[in-house]
C-alpha cells in the first residue's frame, strides 16, 4: 500500500518561511503531476499550486512571488517553500499527487496534511 508522506509544517511569524515536503512511500513509486492544497478552519480547500511531470507550474493569486512548487526526481520528492508567511496563509496543507509505479498508473493519492500556523 502506497501513500504520500508530508513533512515540514509548524509555526513561524508573519514574515517567515518554511518549505514542506511530499514523497511517495515507496521508492518505486514515482509523482506525476500534483498539487499542494490547502484548507483553513470554516473553508473550503484550495489549490495553492501545481507542477506538471513537463515542469508547469501554476499557483494562486495569493501566493505567487512568495510560495515555489519544485521536485528532486532523484529524492522522488515534491516540495513547497513559502516565503514572506502572512497569518492569512495559516491552515493544514496537503499534497495531492498522481502516482506511477513503472509504466503503470496509480491515481492520485493524497497526503495526511501538515498543520502551517503563522502568528505574531
Known amino acids: 500500500q502506497v501513500h504520500l508522506v508530508e513533512s515540514g509544517g509548524g509555526l513561524v511569524q508573519p514574515g517567515g518561511s518554511l518549505r514542506l515536503s511530499c514523497a511517495a512511500s515507496?521508492?518505486?513509486?514515482?509523482?506525476?503531476?500534483m498539487g499542494w492544497y490547502r484548507q483553513a478552519p470554516g473553508k473550503q480547500r484550495e489549490l495553492v499550486a501545481a507542477l506538471t511531470s513537463g515542469g508547469s507550474t501554476n499557483y494562486a493569486d495569493s501566493v505567487k512571488g512568495r510560495f515555489t512548487i519544485s521536485r528532486d526526481n532523484a529524492k522522488n520528492a515534491v516540495y513547497l517553500q513559502m516565503n514572506s508567511l502572512k497569518p492569512e496563509d495559516t491552515a493544514v496543507y496537503y499534497c495531492?499527487?498522481?502516482?506511477?509505479?513503472?509504466?503503470?498508473?496509480?491515481?492520485?493519492?493524497w497526503g495526511q496534511g501538515t498543520q502551517v500556523t503563522v502568528f505574531s
Open positions: 515507496k521508492s518505486t513509486v514515482s509523482i506525476n503531476n
Open positions: 495531492n499527487a498522481n502516482l506511477r509505479e513503472g509504466w503503470t498508473s496509480l491515481g492520485y493519492y
